[in-house]
């Protein structure tokens, strides 16, 4: 799935703006057009490593879809609601080991 990086950054670096936003059933729909077969987790694996790696600046992931920002207020929004997630999920997992300690090792 990695040599299909060059694709997807080809695609989503044309999906300026929230109005021009690509979902994910859209993109697995494109691929198939193009005859190549793709599972939607596997579209969000391709992205995330796209995203982690830096290869496309500003591209962001909305309910609406994917789609590069220029707006770097949007930018900063965007930042500060992964860090809420980031705290929600170390939460749950400090949850987690709680229950570890509580339950096996008594």
Same mark, same amino acid.
């Given at each position: 799935?990695?040599?299909?990086?060059?694709?997807?950054?080809?695609?989503?670096? %044309?999906?300026?703006?929230?109005?021009?936003?690509?979902?994910? %059933?859209?993109?697995?729909?494109?691929?198939?057009?193009?005859?190549?077969?793709?599972?939607?987790?596997?579209?969000?694996?391709?992205?995330?490593?796209?995203?982690?790696?830096?290869?496309?600046?500003?591209?962001?992931?909305?309910?609406?879809?994917?789609?590069?920002?220029?707006?770097?207020?949007?930018? %900063?929004?965007?930042?500060?609601?992964?860090?809420? &997630?980031?705290?929600?999920? &170390?939460?749950?997992?400090?949850?987690?080991?709680?229950?570890?300690?509580?339950?096996?090792?008594?």
């Amino acid at each position: 799935e990695m040599e299909l990086i060059p694709t997807f950054i080809s695609g989503l670096s %044309k999906k300026v703006g929230k109005k021009n936003s690509i979902t994910n %059933k859209a993109i697995v729909q494109s691929l198939k057009n193009k005859g190549i077969s793709i599972s939607e987790p596997r579209v969000r694996k391709i992205i995330n490593h796209i995203r982690s790696k830096g290869l496309i600046d500003g591209l962001i992931a909305s309910s609406n879809g994917y789609y590069i920002s220029t707006d770097i207020e949007e930018i %900063k929004a965007y930042i500060d609601s992964l860090y809420g &997630r980031e705290e929600a999920i &170390r939460i749950i997992r400090e949850g987690f080991e709680a229950q570890i300690r509580r339950t096996y090792c008594k």
